[in-house]
């Protein structure tokens, strides 16, 4: 079916959606008697549907990806020109956006010296976990193989990310988990585990040295970690964390690897999240934002120390990083990601964040002021959330039922919104929002008026 740009008429599409698409994360019972979302345009900040009702999409693609707002026409030139010139070649051999956007990167990561593609944030972690085992049976006869992860963390979709993801509902029916994963208490002071205490931030770190002291810390070879979790409720660490942890990594030789999926390319404020909390990581891993969803892309970003273990004894020929990602091969990804580095340099949008960062939490404050349903508002940059309580007293969380009814109405009032999702058998109960980095003051102001009014309409205050 050829649809010309100015077509009104989806309802092939539409069916065609209904009878053969699996969507991600979806019920499809519903779809017997009800149409599924079909987003057929994007410019800026919006989107429309095959309705032709227009969205303001506070959630920048539904996961926190479309950092550059929808529509950017230098990005599908830069693919484009590319693909004409050369699309493809397995990246056992290099390529020029390859090369060229890995040089660009670093200059963004002090400390931080090789880049290794591939084409999603769950791929890119993958490549992380070999790079500890395989350093594991190299230097340590394979004995510190563990991977620590934390309560509430998110890091993909494959048995192996799952196995390192510290959601349970998420994880729920997909076992048996790969072995050598072992999960540290989360962070979020908002329900701290050890009561009121001026000290929450070291006390959650300190928890994580006696994992490592229970499991032996020559078994122990890395852990990952987001530097602001996301999908599990957008925590902020609390003070004296990260200080604390990276004290602790580099005590017990493990290395410390940041999920930066989520947080990287600007959506905190900063190139990467970490970079606000004076981390110096072994590994970073990166994707979503990387391209702005204008091409697949990841990235698995290690120092030299890390590197140079792969390349030490060339007469082993087991020596070597023995993997490979065909999609890493792929040129449209790095040509995408290097117009999108652009971008956010030439429009300053590293500054608006932090600008229009601070006068979203404004808003969000306001809310809580209002709603009483509202227990905490939390985030760093165009990155937030708002865990939604039945007492505050009690801090006990309302019913997801409660969460999906709030984002359902706003979205029916033409805002699209997050929240955690099948996550938590009971923590189900926060909004999350990551506008684009391109945000104005009107934009957030709609978003958070679509809240407060879905508040009020659902919770009855």
Known sequence: MNISPGSNDFSEVV?????????????????????????????GMRVWDANGKEYLDGVSGGVWTVNVGYGRESIADAVREQLVKLNYFANTAGNVPGAMFSKKLIEKMPGMSRVYLSNSGSEANEKAYKIVRQIAHNKYGGKKHKILYRERDYHGTTITALSSTGQNQRKDHYGPFTPGFVEVPHCLEYRSQYGDCSDYGVRAAKAIEDVILR??????????????????????????????????????????????????LGRTGKWFGYQHYSIEPDMVTLAKGVASGYAAISCTVTTEEVFNQFKA?????????????????????????????????????????????????????????????????????????????????????????????????????GVLIGATNRSFDVYNNTLCLSPALICTKGDLDKIVDAIDNAIARVSGT
């Open 15 to 43: 069916e065609s959606d209904r009878t053969h698409v699996w969507h991600h994360l979806s019920q499809h019972k519903r779809y017997e008697t009800s149409d599924p979302l079909v987003i057929i345009e994007g410019k």
């Open 215 to 264: 499991e032996g810390p020559d078994t122990v070879g890395g852990i990952v970690l987001e530097p602001i979790t996301a999908g599990g409720g957008v925590i902020t660490p609390p003070e004296g964390y990260w200080e604390t942890v990276q004290e602790i990594c580099r005590k017990y030789e493990i290395l410390l690897h940041i999920d930066e999926v989520v947080c990287g």
């Open 313 to 413: 004894d060339p007469s082993d020929p087991m020596s070597y990083f023995r993997d490979i990602s065909t999609f890493g091969g792929c040129a449209a990804g790095p040509a995408a990601a290097l117009e999108n580095i652009k971008i956010i340099e030439d429009e300053k949008l590293l500054e608006n964040v932090t600008a229009m960062g601070e006068y979203l939490m404004g808003r969000l404050e306001e809310l809580k002021d209002k709603h009483a349903i509202v227990g905490d508002v939390r985030g760093k940059g165009l990155f937030c959330g708002l865990e939604l309580v039945v007492d505050r007293e009690t801090k006990e969380p309302v019913n997801e039922s409660v969460t999906q009814a709030i984002v359902g109405d706003c979205m029916a009032n």
